[in-house]
């Protein structure tokens, strides 16, 4: 599956922003996906995933409560809503996708994914 990121910006500390994934070459729905990110020199964290029906989701503690991970399947597209953000989001935000099943993986590692997006820049502002 093809993953293609976008919705990333420039934006000042409190406000929102939405993320896209759109991805393609595979039946979407058949296949968990992932929120992770990366800031400067520092390692690839989870973010938040959510199951192949959309029905479950989990998130890192650092997002709960201020991002909510969505899909639709229709659209072929997994969205991350992201409100009150902060600086320290601050990072490249990336799509992964993967065809195994929720519950049966450890969706927090990266190492479980295997197809990509490219990534989009997250800057926040104080």
């Known amino acids: 599956v093809q993953l293609q990121a976008s919705g990333g910006g420039l934006v000042q500390a409190g406000v929102s922003l939405r993320l896209s994934c759109a991805a393609s070459?595979?039946?979407?729905?058949?296949?968990?996906a992932a929120w992770f990110r990366q800031a400067p020199g520092l390692e690839r964290e989870f973010v938040a995933s959510?199951?192949?029906?959309?029905?479950?989701?989990s998130y890192a503690d650092s997002v709960k409560g201020r991002f909510t991970i969505s899909r639709d399947n229709a659209k072929n597209t997994v969205y991350l809503r992201m409100n009150n953000l902060k600086p320290e989001d601050t990072a490249v935000y990336y799509c992964?996708?993967?065809?195994?099943?929720?519950?049966?993986?450890?969706?927090?590692?990266?190492?479980?994914?295997?197809?990509w997006g490219q990534g989009t820049l997250v800057t926040v502002s104080s």
């Open positions: 992964a996708a993967t065809g195994k099943s929720f519950g049966t993986f450890s969706y927090a590692r990266p190492d479980e994914y295997a197809s």
């Open positions: 959510i199951s192949r029906s959309g029905s479950r989701t």
């Open positions: 070459g595979v039946m979407f729905r058949t296949k968990a």
